[in-house]
């Protein structure tokens, strides 16, 4: 059992050949915890990293870098760092430790020597410092070796707050940071729609740093920014929590909201002990199979509590059974293996490199351990860096001494190192600068457990690949444990309800044949225009009924269209063209049918007036244009602030627990954000106009001589729109949010044939008999206008009969065919 605060120091040299003895010396430390005592492979890496670099004989031609190793023997590293810079004061130049110097030749043979106690700065005088590999312990050495004037690497620390410029100045990190992962991570749950979640994670409030409460903030808040719906969010904070034993009813309640919730998707970033006790409450409470996903964070932490199994509150069995269906994030080297590097030999020579130097050192090969190319090009960026410097200033090396901390010398390393750009081990090196954060790009591997039968085996396995300059992901479904990923709940099979064929095809005849109605009217009065009965009741304006008609029989026609007929996307376009369609149809419709009538009123009820006054049809086309601007501005401005939207309903749902399936029955609507504002608008616009309709048909109803007035027809057509269209609206809206919406609709088109027709009918009917019958007006003979004797006059009637009454009165107001030129 190793003590807490011993740290013991292994000092590994590289001697070169006599005839390279005048080489000058760079020195280096490895900071690397030594669990065991016999885990070399930073070691392995960084003594292969000095090898091959002397080897090109090209970088840091003339000098020879020496590795000293330092390294905790015990178990947890962050305690022992911790324990130990409480001892020293945060001052290690002082603290005399045991130093254990091993010299190898050109051919990295090995013979080691003991020494007494060396300090920083006096034997001792390291230009770099790498390590140690977790982010609270660089945090931690960050100050000691920099205030020192030693540059500090990280090959490994993954902290976000580590790629904070303003904060870590003269830290060198040569991996990907942990926000990478989550970005990763986020982009796996947007791919495979998994938009519903619960995210467990733990914090150290105790502690000056909280590094996986940033991670977590983070996540929460990309998840939020790309859809993900987090329904449930689980903190475990390791100052409340004291008993560990209140790990299983913690998760026990925290699995019993997931599972209320029907949530599939579990991610967590927790501790060994943490992640033992959740994966066995989520094994009691039957949160396994095909349909749960359970994902870390960082995979790294996967390892740990594998190695030794231990029995919690399920067994070991179980355990291995849960782990199987686990995913975790872990950095990717870039390259593949036959890539060229920047030292002329493949990524798979320098790891047989690798494992021949561990096998030298320790008689034992290695596992393959992908992170380690991070170590080789900590190195070789040191020394590619280090060698453009000394290029310029052969005495930087010679002028280095421990002690102050010199930000010039800092900053001319860093400058170098960050500019970058070569293949190395773990790929491309190159740092990105994003706001205030400076650091290494890369690519993020999802990966698990690999077993074989009850054991595990080489670690970690790949699993997929998530490409940080594409955002692309590629999976290999084959290697997880259920070969598939399981959704985020239930599949939902939507079913679009759509109108029957039938209403939607009778609809439309009947609009066909209300345009044909329509058509046959306009050929009439454009065929019989000449004619006298004709010409007086404005042949040009009565087209402009028949138009409008047209364009409400047409709207009907267009809001039968759906899904059916025209793509999604169209369907909203339909909503917008049948809004315009309406519009206008109905101000064409009726308002040529009150202009007409207004130019009667001015006419016969304005005797004195009239007499200076020549109303022809262009004055009336006029009319109805400004009318129709009015309906265009409206629109326009409806649809370029609110345009409609197709949006879906559910109507009613079916869930099929054994197939996992819900089935829903929805309907397509268009909507608009300020939809009953325009509505009311509209409705205030043209009831206006029915209002002004009204007005002037009750004040031209004495004039008897059909040809020319329409008041008793206008009456009815007010009378008829204005019914219909109150009980269409009151109707459509109590169906509108229902189930009821094939009613809606048939109540909704109905209206409009109905109003539409009868007006249609209400004008041209009564014409079309004349022609057929060749009626003759009474009350219009040899060119004048009778009015009705018997009617009882209104004291404005009675001045304007007495004015007919008068002398040469009909001179004054020439009703013949010719003067009225209608």
């Not at 689980?234 to 998760?251: A, L, N, P, V, W």
């Amino acid at each position: 059992m190793y003590k807490l605060s011993i740290i013991v120091i292994i000092g590994l040299t590289i001697i070169p050949d006599l005839a390279l003895s005048a080489d000058k010396k760079i020195q280096i430390g490895l900071y690397n915890p030594d669990e065991d005592g016999k885990d070399r492979s930073v070691a392995a890496t960084v003594l292969t990293a000095i090898d091959v670099i002397k080897e090109q004989n090209k970088i840091l031609k003339g000098y020879q870098i020496e590795a000293y190793l330092y390294y905790a023997q015990q178990h947890t590293f962050g305690s022992a760092v911790w324990a130990a810079l409480n001892n020293l004061g945060l001052n290690l130049t002082n603290y005399p430790m045991e130093l254990k110097k091993a010299e190898a030749n050109n051919q990295s043979k090995v013979r080691v020597n003991y020494q007494g106690p060396k300090e920083f700065g006096t034997t001792l005088n390291p230009i770099a410092m790498l390590g140690p590999r977790s982010t609270f312990d660089t945090r931690t050495m960050y100050p000691v070796y920099t205030t020192r004037n030693i540059l500090h690497i990280s090959f490994d620390a993954a902290g976000e707050s580590l790629s904070v410029v303003k904060d870590y100045p003269y830290l060198f990190n040569s991996a990907p940071p942990v926000f990478l992962y989550v970005k990763a991570l986020v982009q796996y749950l947007v791919h495979f729609n998994l938009d519903k979640i619960a995210f467990i994670h733990y914090s150290d409030q105790s502690k000056s740093f909280n590094s996986n409460k940033l991670t977590a903030d983070r996540f929460e808040r990309e998840a939020a920014e790309n859809g993900i719906n987090i329904v449930y969010v689980g903190e475990i904070r390791f100052d409340e929590f004291t008993d560990k034993s209140q790990y299983s009813s913690y998760f026990s309640n925290a699995f019993n909201a997931i599972k209320k919730n029907d949530i599939r998707v579990i991610v967590f970033s927790l501790t060994d002990e943490a992640m033992r006790t959740m994966i066995c409450e989520a094994y009691r409470l039957g949160l396994y199979g095909s349909k749960y996903q359970f994902i870390s964070i960082l995979a790294e932490g996967m390892t740990s509590w594998v190695k030794e199994w231990k029995t919690v509150n399920c067994s070991e069995e179980t355990q291995r059974f849960m782990s199987r269906n686990i995913i975790g994030l872990s950095r990717s080297p870039r390259e593949k293996v036959e890539t060229i590097t920047e030292v002329g030999l493949t990524k798979k020579e320098i790891w047989t490199r690798i494992q021949n130097k561990m096998t030298e050192i320790l008689s034992q090969p290695i596992p393959y351990d992908e992170w380690l190319a991070y170590v080789f090009d900590s190195v070789l960026a040191f020394a590619l860096a280090l060698d453009k410097i000394l290029k310029r200033d052969p005495s930087f090396v010679e002028n280095h001494k421990v002690g102050t901390l010199d930000p010039t010398r800092m900053n001319t390393m860093l400058n170098e190192i960050r500019q970058l750009d070569f293949i190395g081990a773990s790929g491309r090196f190159k740092y990105k600068q994003d706001g205030d954060f400076l650091y290494r790009d890369g690519n993020i591997r999802y990966r698990k457990l690999k077993f074989k039968g009850n054991e595990t085996k080489s670690g970690l396995e790949a699993i997929g690949l998530f490409d940080k300059d594409t955002s692309k992901i590629t999976m290999n479904f084959s290697k997880l444990y259920y070969k598939q990923i399981p959704r985020a709940g239930p599949e939902h099979i939507e079913n679009i309800v759509l109108l029957p064929q039938s209403v939607v095809y009778t609809m439309w005849i009947l609009s066909g044949l209300g345009i044909i109605i329509s058509l046959i009217f306009l050929t009439v009065n454009i065929y019989y225009r000449d004619v006298t009965y004709i010409k007086l009741s404005s042949p040009n304006i009565n087209s402009l009924t028949c138009i409008g008609s047209i364009l409400l029989y047409g709207a009907v026609i267009c809001y039968g269209f759906d899904s059916r007929y025209v793509s999604e996307h169209s369907v909203a376009y339909m909503c917008n063209i049948t809004t315009f369609m309406l519009s206008m149809g109905f101000t064409l419709t009726f308002g040529s049918l009150f202009s007409k009538t207004w130019r009667i009123y001015r006419i016969f009820t304005r005797a004195e007036a009239a007499r200076y006054v020549v109303i022809k049809d262009i004055h009336l086309f006029t009319v109805v244009f400004l009318m129709l601007v009015v309906d265009a501005v409206l629109c326009f401005t409806w649809m370029g602030v609110s345009p409609f939207t197709l949006t879906s309903q559910l109507l009613s749902s079916l869930r099929d627990v054994k197939a996992d399936t819900i089935e829903n029955d929805i309907i397509h609507r268009c909507q608009c954000e300020y939809q009953s504002h325009f509505i009311f608008a509209t409705f205030a616009y043209k009831g206006i106009l029915m209002v002004f309709g009204l007005f002037v048909a009750y004040e031209t109803k004495r004039i008897k001589v059909a040809a020319i007035n329409d008041s008793k027809h206008i009456g009815l057509a007010v009378y008829n729109v204005c019914l219909f269209s109150a009980l269409g609206s009151i109707v459509v809206f109590c169906l509108y949010d229902t189930d009821r919406f094939q009613e809606g609709y048939i109540f909704f088109g109905a209206c409009i044939l109905e109003i539409t027709t009868v007006t249609l009918c209400l004008v041209f009917v009564p014409k079309v008999l004349m022609l057929l019958t060749n009626f003759e007006d009474p009350n219009f003979k040899k060119g004048r206008p009778v009015f009705n004797p018997t009617a009882q006059p209104s004291a404005d009637d009675t001045n304007t009969n007495s004015q007919w009454s008068t002398t040469n009165s009909q001179c004054a107001m020439t009703t013949s065919t010719k003067s009225l030129n209608f």
